[in-house]
């Protein structure tokens, strides 16, 4: 069985200038952590937004070289002592916040293949693409629970 005939095709996605204030009320809708891809021209994937990346706000007033330099690390921001003005929410978009190096799987991968993946780099879900690299869907480890359940013949 392949990734594309148990992933999910209908995917909420944003574009690199997604509001901060928008990724926050789209990450609301969710129950879970979400991975929500953030594509260009054409469908193409060009990065992806987790929970993660939302902490990591409240890092912004950091110097990128102060991040670097481990022993210089005064530790995680208190995000209750963090002060921010309304402006934040438009000013901050996608493309600052997002990572640029993300792991995918083929639409084409077998089932084994993703679940591997996942269990090797401790994900529980993975953008997948076509092979021009354009976003084709997502796969979870749920999706492919519910194969292994339905095709053992527990569930129709």
Request: net charge negative; proline share 3%.
């Amino acid at each position: 069985m392949q990734v594309k005939e148990v992933m999910s095709k209908e995917v909420i996605t944003v574009k690199r200038s997604t509001t901060l204030k928008r990724l926050l009320e789209i990450f609301a809708k969710f129950h879970i952590f979400p991975l929500v891809p953030v594509i260009g021209e054409d469908n193409l994937l060009i990065g992806i937004v987790s929970f993660r990346n939302l902490v990591n706000v409240f890092q912004l007033r950091q110097p990128e070289i102060l991040k670097a330099v481990p022993f210089l690390d005064e530790g995680e921001e208190d995000i209750f002592k963090v002060e921010f003005t309304e402006e934040i929410g438009s000013l901050v978009v996608a493309e600052d916040i997002m990572e640029n190096k993300f792991i995918t799987i083929q639409e084409d991968a077998s089932l084994e293949e993703a679940y591997k993946l996942m269990k090797l780099h401790l994900k529980e879900e993975f953008p997948v693409v076509d092979r021009f690299g354009k976003l084709a869907g997502m796969i979870g480890i749920f999706d492919i629970i519910r194969y292994v359940f339905r095709h053992r013949g527990v569930i129709k």
